[in-house]
Structures are given as structure tokens and as C-alpha cells.
């Protein structure tokens, strides 16, 4: 039984979804900021686009950290099993 590949795997795709997810805030927290300082004149368009993305950046992390959470206690519980 090869348990720490698989946990291995589990660990880094989660990690990977929480950077793309914190990449993704920063992304759109940066075009709020110049959308909110530029004034544009077509409207807020952009504005409710990156707040959206926002959104969607912080429930993609939040998700990913759930599953590395579940990852840590499921890892543990074969640990103490093991023992």
C-alpha cells in the first residue's frame, strides 16, 4: 500500500489550488484598485468583473484548504493506525 504518494499527490494538487486562488485575488484585487482610481468613463463594468473573480479566488482557496485539511486528518488517522 503506497500511502504517501497518494497523500503526497493530495497535498500538492490542494497547495496548487490554494496559490492559483490567492494568485487569483491578488489579480483582482489589482484591477480593483485601478479601476476604482482611474474613474472610467464606461462605467463599472471591470469593477464587478474583478469583484466577482474575487470572490470566486477566495471560495477556490477556501475550498483547497479544506481539502488539505482533510488531507492532514486522513494522513493522521492512517498514522495512528499504522502504529
Known amino acids: 500500500m503506497n500511502i504517501g ?3 503526497g499527490s493530495t497535498f500538492a494538487t490542494a497547495a496548487y489550488g490554494v496559490s492559483q486562488g490567492t494568485e487569483q485575488v491578488a489579480k483582482a484585487a489589482q484591477t ?3 479601476t476604482t482610481t482611474e474613474r472610467p468613463v464606461e462605467g463599472t463594468g471591470d ?5 466577482t473573480d474575487m470572490k470566486q479566488g477566495q471560495q477556490a482557496t477556501d475550498a483547497n484548504a479544506k481539502v488539505l485539511q482533510a488531507a492532514d486528518r486522513q494522513l ?3 498514522i ?4
Request: avoid cysteine; charge should be negative.
Open 5 to 7: 504518494s497518494t497523500a
Open 32 to 34: 480593483v484598485v485601478e
Open 47 to 51: 469593477l464587478a468583473s474583478a469583484m
Open 76 to 78: 493522521g488517522s492512517l
Open 80 to 83: 495512528d493506525t499504522q502504529a
